[in-house]
């Protein structure tokens, strides 16, 4: 019984260690949204950077760090001059979440649209 779950232990950390080195363009989609979970669960611990994005998604972006990636959640609602306050972040819902390599940023790879009404922050 010890073995099997060692055996089941080492097949999960192999697959997240995998996860670690592919690019993120090539992710499907049950690995974007493993990425995503953690990119929302340090979101939720407040260890975030709060900064205004500029994208096409255009919001407010709560800024990260995930391995060699940084990810930029896009949330809503926000201002026209997309400047909120730090209480109307706490009730935002992700709108979307973008990829950029973290020396490259320049090097836009990826924007994951959130499926519905998207996640609350809270």
């Known amino acids: 019984m010890s073995r099997l779950f060692f055996l089941v ?5 192999t697959v997240f260690a995998a996860i670690d080195d ?20 340090e979101l939720n611990d407040r260890r975030l950077d709060y900064h205004t994005l500029v994208s096409p998604l255009r919001g407010i ?3 990260g760090r ?18 909120c306050e730090k209480d ?3 009730n935002a819902t992700v709108m ?9 940023p320049e090097e836009f790879l ?5 499926s519905g ?3 609350n922050l809270q």
């Not at 979307?96 to 490259?104: D, E, N, T």
């Open 61 to 63: 972006a709560l800024k």
């Open 110 to 114: 990826h924007v994951e649209l959130v």
């Open 88 to 90: 109307q972040l706490e």
């Open 96 to 104: 979307g979440i973008v990829y950029k390599k973290v020396y490259h």
């Open 22 to 41: 592919i690019p993120i363009k090539y992710l499907n989609e049950k690995q974007l949204a493993h990425i995503s979970k953690l990119a929302l669960q």
């Open 9 to 13: 232990v080492l097949s999960i950390v």
């Open 66 to 83: 995930q391995n060699e990636y940084r990810v930029d959640l896009v949330v809503a609602p926000c201002e026209k001059d997309y400047n």
């Open 117 to 119: 009404d998207g996640d």
